[in-house]
């Protein structure tokens, strides 16, 4: 009769933990900061309506936290964008033509690049640098997310033939393994 008391008041209590951790929950703790991983959140349509985003703090935090260059990500200690910074600004690209938001943040004002800009500038210069030191997950994820900005509409691949078919090339290398 004891055990069955304590066992009682250990499910008592941990329902009360659970309900006061919950009670105040922030569903956006959970997710990662970074401007890809909520790019891919944003993208996700509601259940209700499939016209717009279940997560629409995500779609928002895009519209609001695009650098001034024209792009989403990390810089590094020199002040210069990350490698991630690709494909993360092609997912925000992405997320906000799905949902036909941010005209101003696509096609941004003459003083600072258009993201399209800021691929087709920075691609190059950030592929060059680490052609032989690439990332294993930006080979696959950065070809990836050519190929589903191409489908969504931005002309990515054009000026950059020649260091995206190394990455290209190098994704498919992996892939074979």
């Known amino acids: 009769m004891h055990m069955e008391s304590s066992l009682f008041s250990i499910e008592t209590l ?37 016209d717009h985003p279940m997560f629409k703090g995500c779609l928002d935090w895009i519209l609001n936290n695009q650098k001034q260059e024209g792009f989403w990500g990390e810089l590094d200690s020199n002040g210069v964008p990350t490698i991630d910074s690709l494909p993360a600004t092609l997912a925000c690209m992405i997320a906000l ?18 993201r399209l800009a800021f ?13 032989h030191n690439l990332p294993r997950w930006f080979a696959i994820v950065f070809p990836a997310m050519v190929e589903l900005a191409q489908e969504t509409g931005f002309d990515v691949a054009d000026n950059l033939n020649g260091v995206l078919s190394h990455v290209f090339y190098k994704r498919q290398q992996i892939l074979k393994m």
């Open 119 to 131: 691929v087709h500038e920075n691609a190059e210069m950030l592929l060059r640098e680490k052609q």
């Open 97 to 114: 033509k799905m949902w036909n938001a941010g005209d101003t943040n696509i096609k941004k004002g003459t003083y600072y690049y258009s």
């Open 14 to 50: 941990v329902e009360k933990i659970k309900e006061e951790m919950l009670t105040n929950f922030d569903l956006y703790s959970f997710v990662s900061k970074s401007a890809y991983d909520t790019a891919w959140l944003a993208m996700i349509p509601s259940t209700q309506h499939c």
